[in-house]
């Protein structure tokens, strides 16, 4: 079987991709795989001051999610 004739493959519709900008003063290095700074080269977890990203479902320290809390 030809994996390019897979039903999945077939059928499916491609959408364009569609990612957040960088944060200002950021650069995400895919060899690291981390955000780091353009000032300093310094990783963004490790500035306090980075703003970041949230979670889309608000994740706790835990892992938990807060779903419908």
Same mark, same amino acid.
């Given at each position: 079987?030809?994996?390019?004739?897979? !039903?999945?493959?077939?059928? =499916?519709?491609?959408? /364009?991709?569609?990612? %957040?900008? %960088?944060? $200002?003063?950021?650069?995400?290095? /895919? +060899? !690291?795989? %981390?955000?780091?700074?353009? #000032?300093?080269?310094?990783?963004m977890v490790h $500035?306090?001051? %980075? #703003?970041?990203?949230?979670?889309?479902?608000? $994740?706790?320290?835990?892992?938990?999610? =807060?779903?419908? +809390?």
């Amino acid at each position: 079987m030809n994996l390019f004739n897979h !039903v999945l493959l077939q059928f =499916a519709r491609m959408h /364009p991709r569609s990612g %957040a900008p %960088a944060p $200002d003063g950021w650069h995400y290095d /895919p +060899q !690291v795989g %981390a955000w780091t700074s353009l #000032s300093t080269g310094k990783f963004m977890v490790h $500035d306090p001051t %980075a #703003s970041g990203y949230g979670t889309k479902k608000n $994740d706790l320290e835990t892992g938990e999610d =807060a779903k419908g +809390q």
